[in-house]
């Protein structure tokens, strides 16, 4: 049994350890609150997504760590039974069938601690995170160019 589910099986991740880690005001604080056997997951994850998106800030809100880049990226979760994932990612066909095992009603994923944590599928679930994020912020920058431009063309229009 490894060492996440020797905890789990015995409890040791406490609700006192939970309430700590959503009271944090950093990443490094929320990290450092929670179980220790769950201190590796997160802090795995972090890397992860640190290095996919070395630009990106770290902050904590809705209680949890999260990255951002222009706007929010990713968040992550330790909770009482898993490890949690948001917002929901969408990805290709391929990437959405390796993470229906791990989806919950609203979409977002949900990694048990009773089994073992898939870092490569995390991974892939954080590129795909800042590649749905970068489409996002380029279609809002031609949006925004667009509406300059016809603000421009209005402007001129008024000024003959």
Do not use: W
């Not at 949900?110 to 073992?116: I, K, M, T, V």
């Amino acid at each position: 049994m490894n060492a996440t589910r020797a905890a789990n099986a015995t409890g040791a991740t406490k609700a006192t350890e939970a309430t700590k880690a959503t009271r944090a005001d950093t990443p490094d604080a929320y990290i450092a609150a929670c179980a220790p056997e769950v201190q590796g997951i997160l802090q795995r994850i972090r890397e992860i997504v640190r290095r996919l998106a070395p630009d990106a800030q770290e902050k904590i809100s809705y209680r949890m760590p999260a990255f951002t880049l222009d706007g929010d990226l990713i968040y992550y979760a330790a909770f009482r039974k898993h490890i949690g994932i948001y917002p929901p990612v969408q990805g290709d066909a391929a990437l959405r069938r390796d993470l229906a095992p791990y989806r919950n009603e609203r979409g977002n994923l949900a990694f048990p601690l009773d089994a073992a944590i898939p870092y490569e599928l995390i991974e892939r679930v954080a590129a795909a995170r800042l590649q749905e994020h970068r489409a996002l912020l380029a279609a809002k920058a031609g949006k925004q160019a667009a509406k300059k431009a016809a603000q421009k063309k209005e402007k001129r229009a008024r000024a003959k």
